[in-house]
């Protein structure tokens, strides 16, 4: 029988042996208003401590107040209290506070913990208890709730981890900084992400969780910076621009190969970062670089002097690689150059490098139509078949190939768009050129859905799902729209059943018992006017307030009375979610947990609703998921779609805001208000970030206003404050600071925005 589970034949043989008749005991938990009725199926009274504590009947009573939501026939806390027997009054009431605590914040996470976390009694000493319970808090928010368990599975490494400390440092305290030092590098933008390998796939850099190498804080620190630092440097100073995966194939050990290969290149790229980077080279220096080196062989030493040259690159790596493989020499790695996985970077670059590519066609067709338009006369508006782009090479020191490519078009230079010199220096960073064939634009710009050349995919999608939507979008740096550019399509969300929706009403009973409450009371607030000069009722506390003046001798109110005044909610909400790759797991789970309850709190108050997800990718597939529109019932159907919304793209919110904003202004209401969910800012692969991605957004909520709608913001991205604020405004928009808080936190949000 595992160990967290009570089996109903488990339980029924209890219930049979016990001498304890199933009478109910009513239970009051102090601090809080809650009666528990619970058989007595933990056995007889004798069962207490050894060492003067609680028995196991008291430990599992209280244990069951605690964990309550998550108790069935099938989950218990049974062997917990059990378990707890055996240790002092003192442990106990600190593993039960703990409890507590922690079904605060999610009463799974504190089921979990009873089942996990009584070992650690022992283990862990009471000055270091709580700080193990906010680690595991920490975890449950940032990381979800198996980050949580798995902490406590693996209650040795965290042992560990805490003995090193004051001096160890976490992924999760210096992200912030180790994310503003590679934004603040040249290249294109790296995410951070923590994992058990250290390397990058040109896209995310992968970096320890914990760091506790030195007894001394700064120098982990410092290691964490290097490492991240070092990383980058792959991207930036041409790494993966030799093919190390067919570099290294026809070796007799291809592994031996490729980690010769990464030894070669962590000395070119240390030479590098010394030159360019003096701070960092100085870090460096201190972590047995391989540039100080002077017991190597005389070969590797010839190595170190040609890869430290100015003009050295990773083909120089690649072709000293095969003059030192026979050599029976390999130095040790370095602390901070960690592993490269050749076959997953090749296949992140070979789709981001053609990503670039037709992106980039189709920026130069828009950008030469914009051209022709805006010019000054019939002679300057030659065809467009005469007149080609080119690049020209300008030196530039800051760039790591020493130039920089200036636009042309037949022979002017241009200034092109933000987002054709991203995609301009992404491609050079990646081939350390721009081939001709890239210049070549798009013909025709870009194609309505349905014409031109289309990847079948994209056409038996379209063919699937029906009407495509075309929308324009605003470029900033152009100042102008860009027309006819977003297509959008509307897609049905899978309907199969699922038991997702009976289980968050039953994990989240109590709150939705609250909801129910506050959304009844705001309806019933609708009709009850105070102070009025005539009225139904009496109002009690204006009654006060007038004889308390009369006393004093000051003016009498005459606003006395409560007059009854039905108040026709006319509101319709549309309900934007967020359906993009990055919501993947736990926020994913929150999400959809938060629209069950607030689906619920709605169906009390009468409001007609909608719910759409959005996700896409590019400006040829923004997709639109109808999860519920107002016409449909809060029925099976539209709870089903909601348990299986599902990560799907990237987030371009400007053509998703403008067609939802077109479909709320068509419903007669009074009210109509869009409510956004999301994670984190705008994006899209095809340059539709930054400032782009933002200034378009704020564009279509402009529009929004302009037919009658309210728009509002509800975020869990904590760096939201830099950029909603110039979306939506100081006060459209709140930031929930804790992805576990999302389920309590939207429909009291929606409460206050609609009251």
């Known amino acids: 029988m595992p160990f967290n589970i009570f089996t109903r034949s488990y339980w029924s043989s209890r219930r049979k042996k016990s001498a304890v008749k199933d009478e109910p005991v009513k239970t009051l938990h102090p601090g809080r208003n809650v009666v528990i009725r619970s058989p007595g199926r933990a056995g007889k009274n004798q069962n207490s401590s050894s060492f003067g504590g609680m028995g196991e009947r008291e430990l599992q009573l209280r244990l069951e107040l605690l964990v309550e939501p998550m108790l069935s026939a099938s989950q218990g806390v049974f062997e917990p209290a059990q378990a707890l027997v055996d240790f002092s009054l003192a442990d106990q009431e600190r593993f039960l506070a703990s409890v507590d605590k922690l079904s605060q914040t999610s009463p799974e996470l504190a089921y979990y913990f009873c089942h996990q976390a009584v070992p650690g009694l022992k283990r862990i000493d009471e000055g270091d208890w709580d700080n193990w319970i ?22 040795d490494a965290y042992i560990e981890s805490i003995t090193a400390a004051p001096s160890a440092v976490s992924f999760d305290e210096i992200s912030r900084v180790l994310e503003s030092i590679i934004t603040g590098l040249n290249g294109r933008i790296l995410k951070l992400e923590p994992g058990d390998d250290l390397y990058t796939d040109t896209e995310t850099i992968h970096l320890p969780e914990t760091i506790s190498t030195f007894n001394e804080r700064d120098k982990n620190f410092a290691l964490y910076k290097l490492i991240a630092v070092h990383q980058w440097a792959q991207t930036w100073f041409g790494t993966w621009r030799a093919d190390v995966e067919n570099l290294t194939v026809n070796f007799e050990d291809k592994q031996r190969a490729i980690e010769l290969f990464h030894c070669l290149e962590t000395i070119r790229l240390d030479a590098n970062i010394k030159r360019e980077l003096p701070g960092i080279g100085r870090i460096l220096a201190e972590f047995n670089s391989l540039h100080s080196a002077e017991d190597l062989p005389d070969a590797w030493l010839g190595a170190v002097k040609e890869l430290s040259k100015t003009d050295a690159t990773a083909h120089d790596s690649a072709r000293l690689l095969y003059q030192l493989y026979d050599l029976d020499y390999m130095p040790d790695s370095t602390l901070y150059q960690g592993i490269i996985n050749p076959a997953l970077t090749r296949q992140t670059m070979e789709t981001r490098i053609e990503e670039d590519r037709e992106n980039l066609k189709n920026e130069l067709a828009q950008l030469q139509k914009d051209i022709n338009e805006n010019a000054e006369s019939p002679a300057d508006n030659e065809p467009t078949e005469s007149k080609r782009f080119e690049v020209r090479e300008i030196e530039d020191d800051e760039m790591p190939d020493g130039v920089h490519y200036e636009l042309e078009l037949d022979g002017e230079t241009v200034n092109p768009p933000e987002n054709v010199q991203q995609l301009l220096d992404s491609i050079q960073q990646d081939l350390g050129q721009i081939p001709e064939d890239y210049l070549e634009p798009e013909e025709e710009g870009i194609q309505p859905p349905g014409s031109g050349d289309e990847n079948e995919e994209e056409i038996n999608l379209r063919a699937l799902d029906g009407e495509v939507f075309i929308y324009d979008e605003w470029d900033h740096s152009r100042q102008k729209y860009r027309k006819d550019w977003c297509h959008v399509r509307e897609i049905s969300v899978d309907g199969k059943p699922s038991d997702f929706v009976a289980n968050t009403l039953e994990k989240h009973r109590k709150i939705l018992k609250h909801l129910h409450r506050t959304f009844e009371a705001l ?25 308390a003046d009369l006393v004093n001798g000051d003016e009498v109110n005459q606003n006395l009375f409560i007059k009854q005044r039905k108040i026709d909610r006319n509101i319709a909400v549309m309900f934007m979610i967020d359906m993009s790759a990055s919501t993947a797991g736990w926020i994913n789970e929150m999400e959809r947990e938060a629209l069950v309850l607030l689906c619920e709190s709605l169906e009390t108050l009468g409001d007609r609703y909608a719910i759409y997800g959005f996700s896409g990718l590019t400006h040829k597939r923004c997709d639109l998921y109808k999860i519920k529109d107002f016409e449909e019932t809060y029925a099976a159907p539209v709870k089903n779609r909601i348990a299986n919304i599902r990560p799907q793209d990237y987030t371009r919110m400007g053509a998703a805001i403008r067609h939802l904003s077109k479909l709320l202004s068509q419903v007669e209401a009074k009210t109509k208000i869009l409510i956004t969910l999301s994670d984190g800012r705008p994006d899209d692969r095809d340059g539709y970030r930054g400032i782009y991605g933002i200034e378009d957004t704020r564009r279509a909520l402009v529009e929004a206003k302009f037919l009658g709608i309210h728009p509002f913001c509800i975020t869990i991205d904590d760096e939201a404050m830099d950029y909603l604020q110039h979306m939506y405004g100081p006060v459209n928009f709140t930031i929930v600071d804790q992805v576990d808080k999302l389920p309590y936190k939207v429909s009291d949000i929606y409460r206050k925005i609609t009251a």
């Not at 906010?134 to 209650?155: F, K, P, V, W, Y």
């Not at 102070?531 to 004889?547: F, N, T, V």
């Open 134 to 155: 906010d680690h595991l808090l920490m975890l449950n928010t940032s990381r979800g709730l198996n980050a949580s368990i798995d902490c406590m599975q693996t209650l």
């Open 523 to 547: 309806r019933e607030e609708d009709r009850r006017i105070h102070k009025q000069p005539y009225g139904e009722d009496i109002d009690l506390d204006a009654l006060i307030a007038s004889y």
